[in-house]
């Protein structure tokens, strides 16, 4: 069975630092990996995902993401965080690459300070 | 496009009554899934729609149910509601066939449920 992992409940940090989100997850087949961002009252937006092939994937809003097999993870990268950026975001695993049955983690809310 | 559209925005139902939820699909996609997502969680995938038949399913009740019409449009009916019912109820939309579909969330329905 799936699992997803997202240690971090809430991250704070300034607006022009990095930003990693962390994310392992547990699927005994090859994972197809998503993350998705959500802004209060909103539906969920997907920022970028891996499906095969190289492993580091870059996104919309200057997002990436680095899928580690050895490591069971696939953490989110950003090297510097505009006040835009403050939001919930998800990791999310599947068996395919569309909505099926997509596993979701319980979500990272991040705050960004001036 | 108006992307993938769910109604009501909101809505507010006694314990023990029924309730319908709404959703039309992105312009293209003929595949319907349906998530729940309580407050402070990820989504949990509640079950798929495509060819107007449920193709896969989560661990919900039979008291949430689903149809899909020849247009694609999806309803989520939840039959004897508990208030463990009240959630944002995502709808996302995606395309079969080909590699690297995408799903689209629409914004959710928040049910209340006193």
């Known amino acids: 069975a799936q699992s997803v992992t997202q240690p971090d409940i809430h991250i704070t940090v300034s607006e022009g630092a990095s930003l990693e989100l962390r994310c392992n997850y547990s699927?005994?087949?090859?994972?197809?990996l998503f993350w998705y961002v959500q802004s209060p009252g909103q539906g969920l937006q997907l920022l970028l995902k891996y499906f095969s092939g190289d492993t580091l994937v870059q996104g919309i809003k200057g997002f990436e993401a680095e899928f580690k097999r050895s490591q069971s993870s696939f953490n989110l990268r950003k090297p510097s965080v505009h006040w835009s950026d403050a939001a919930e975001y998800f990791c999310a695993v599947g068996t395919s690459t569309g909505a099926n049955n997509l596993f979701f983690g319980t979500g990272t809310r991040l705050t960004v300070i001036p | 496009d108006a992307g993938v559209t769910q109604s009501p925005t909101h809505l507010i139902k006694t314990r023990g009554q029924q309730v319908t939820l709404r959703c039309s699909p992105k312009?293209?996609?003929?595949?319907v899934s349906w998530y729940q997502q309580a407050l402070g969680q990820g989504p949990q995938f509640i079950f798929q729609y495509y060819e107007e038949e449920e193709r896969q399913r989560g661990n919900f009740p039979d008291r949430f149910s689903g149809h899909q019409f020849p247009n694609y449009s999806s309803e989520l009916n939840v039959n004897a509601l508990l208030l463990g019912d009240s959630a944002l109820y995502l709808c996302?939309?995606?395309?079969?066939?080909?590699?690297?579909?995408?799903?689209?969330f629409g914004q959710g329905t928040r049910l209340t449920v006193v």
């Open positions: 312009s293209g996609h003929d595949t």
């Open positions: 996302a939309s995606s395309a079969t066939g080909g590699a690297n579909t995408e799903a689209f």
């Open positions: 699927y005994g087949a090859t994972p197809y």
